[in-house]
């Protein structure tokens, strides 16, 4: 059974960078084409893809947010991270990790975690 | 990239079937067939029901079918149920190798 589970902060303040950990079971992000996304939803507002990175260290970025996002992982863990820099109150919602199913092919996101909800506020 | 197009809410009673559009252009929908489906229940995170444009993953209902014409793909629900209320969301693989999600349709079974 595959699994992932966000962890990091409910609140950081304006301008603070947000650090998001991502930890995967059932799979290893090691293996070849396992592929390992983040997704945010604002309170009420639509989802919002982040950005990707792929077991052989392919990373993928949103143009919008490519300058303040970093994708990173720790093999060993069995974990991702997601760092956003440069926080502001408009990046307050709910943080999802998600496995990309398609094992190097871009069918979608098969497996979700139940996110975590980050507020940005002084 | 642009946020792809849905309608933001549809509503239909229990046995008819809705269909809810998903809009993009040539550099996203309309470039592959990597267009995904997922419908999402309040405060759960959200479950793929549709990949490859049509195919659906093992579990999901038949009732829930997936077609794309150009730039625009499409989800039929058929049969209506309580059970799918809720908010849906497409998803396109776009031609600068990223990924894109559509504005969400919220679904009202009446």
């Known amino acids: 059974q595959i699994t992932l589970k966000e962890s990091g902060p409910t609140l950081v303040k304006p301008t603070q960078t947000l650090t998001l950990t991502c930890t995967v079971s059932?799979?290893?992000?090691?293996?070849?084409?396992?592929?390992v996304g983040w997704i945010r939803q604002p309170p009420g507002k639509a989802l919002e893809w982040l950005a990707l990175?792929?077991?052989?260290?392919?990373?993928r970025y949103s143009p919008s947010l490519k300058s303040r996002v970093t994708i990173t992982k720790d093999a060993s863990k069995n974990q991702v991270f997601l760092t956003m820099t440069d926080m502001d109150p408009v990046d307050t919602g709910t943080y999802y990790c998600a496995q990309e199913t398609g094992w190097g092919r871009p069918l979608g996101f098969g497996s979700w975690g139940q996110g975590t909800l980050v507020a940005v506020s002084s | 990239q642009s946020t792809l197009t849905q309608p933001a809410s549809l509503s239909g009673s229990p046995g008819q079937s809705i269909t809810i559009s998903c809009t993009g252009t040539n550099s996203d929908v309309g470039a592959y067939n990597f267009v995904s489906w997922y419908h999402q229940s309040p405060g759960k995170a959200p479950k793929l029901i549709i990949y490859d444009v049509s195919d659906r993953p093992s579990g999901v209902s038949n009732r829930f079918s997936g077609s794309k014409s150009g730039n625009t793909a499409s989800l039929t629900i058929s049969g209506l149920q309580a059970e799918d209320e809720g908010d849906y969301s497409c998803n396109s693989y776009t031609t600068s190798r990223t990924w894109v999600f559509g504005g969400g349709t919220k679904l009202t079974v009446l």
């Open positions: 059932g799979f290893s992000i090691s293996t070849s084409g396992a592929g």
């Open positions: 990175i792929y077991s052989g260290g392919d990373e």
